[in-house]
């Protein structure tokens, strides 16, 4: 097991054991937070005013710069104003080093308890916490800085630098970094730290930022104050938001939206959860994906902050873990490379034995990958917790409007006018959106009330409900057609019985009800999310897995309508833009081309 990265010295003080540097002064970490950071930006007069405001760092450590400007802004937050935090972190110390650390100062408990109840893991990649109490949003990238900040779509209003010393950690002052601290800058951005490196000055002024010495902190004869060139941003009123779909993906764009300060209006044409959300249950799990590039990447991500998010509905979790059995020769290595991957926490996954795997389902099985973290949910109480309340009504064209749009229903009456829709149909995204590149895919599931049993998926699956299981499902590409056909519970069944005779055993005699509906799939097997034209977005081609994939982007959906920082990393984010179909297209014509000439 790797060392922790902190350790506490003789007086309490936690120093770095890599770089062997003090997290904070000696003369008192939160007085030098406040005086070389807070005031060295200019807060609170900074964000007066604000409706978003955005502040990055180099340096997560203990949170301590976090929680002090947490409290400032709590105290001085401009009306309606949000407060969005990005921080780095290479290499991050548990929750229990940062309690241990942060007890220093019991004025900042309230704080500290909050952040501490949603640390950060180790998984490589950008972690989010929300603090609805302080209208707060914080971003921690788990990765090298250079990394981070290209990964990073945001502009920061302001920055703290507080990487370890640039004499034992030279790598966070490099020249590629500071010039991604200019470039990741809003006009007028102001920077604070405590070094007056020579290396540093020179890198920051070398792109355009306005470098000055002012007094140090404690110890420190001399500090920065850097300003980036440019006036500061001016925000606007918020603007109308209407989502038009009541399934997952409505629900998860209307909850972070909220999240960022602004209402918006759902439309549904049925009631909320008529289509694909309205199954009794939805398994949480992430697709497993060997390759560990940018698909993989994106399944970990999404599934870590559904994990999340679904924690804090505890009366939706109906059960927690799964198991994926091998179905394939190679499946044991794929998933023995994926555990050992940093793309999850540590030992969230892990590779059972048959033995092992059969006492988790109570018959023969193969071998299989534990997934702790999985969850079965009710999807019914995530719409409920999630939707704000919807109004019914078949929104059957839209309309341009200005600068906006006009939601038209089906006798040409106005439902709406609104900023930005966005569209949340799932399989019927082409309705509203005719270029839409959905693949419908009809699915039925078989239901039993009584017996139960664990979450278990091979190339069906199995999953407890409140009342029993659930067991299947079908997938027939291209069929639209969602009445229940026996011949696919008797297909359902067909597949149980061959994978676990005796739980199938077990249902005899047993009424099997059955729902079909149809999924929203696309050819690369990727979703669709992001702007389609100007203030227009969509959420959608989501497959099997909208329970998994949509709280995420969701928020990233919400974060680029509204000009907030994104929580999904710039190279995830493309491979899910809804233009990437035109843009192949588009290059396989100048390739022929080329050929042709």
Known sequence: MDEPPVIFDADGLPRSRRYGDVYFSREGGLAESRAVFLAGCDMPARWAGRR?????????????????LLELWRAHRPPCGH?????????????????RALAAWPDLAPISEAMLARWPGRRAGFHRAEFPDFSATLDVAILDAAAALKAWDGRADAWFLDGFSPAVNPDMWRDEVMALVAVRSAPAARI???????????????NGLTVERRPGFGAKRERLEVIAPGEATVDGAPPRVAIVGAGIAGAALARAFGALGVTARVFEMARPGAGASGNPVATVTPRLDAGLAAPAQLHAHAFARAVRLYADIPDAIVARGALQLDSLPRDAHRFAKIAASDLFEPEALAPLTPEAASDVVGEPAPAALAIRDALVIDPATILVAWLPAVEIGHVAELAPAGDGWRLVGTTGETLAEADIVCLATGAALSALWPEAPIVPVRGQLSLVDGPSAPAVAWSAYVAPTRTGLVFGATYDRGETDAAPRQADDERNLAALTDRFPRLAARLAGRAIGSRASIRAATADQAPLVGAVAPGLMVLGGLGSRGFTLAPLLAEHVAAMALGAPSPLPMQLARIVAPGRFAERARRRGLAVGGEAV
């Open 52 to 68: 978003y405001f955005t502040v990055a760092e180099l340096g997560f450590g203990t949170g301590l710069n976090i929680a002090a």
């Open 83 to 99: 407060l969005s935090i990005f921080s780095i972190e290479a290499d991050p110390m548990s929750a229990e080093a940062a309690g």
């Open 192 to 206: 604070a730290t405590y070094t007056v490196a020579g290396q540093v000055r020179r890198a920051l002024a070398a």
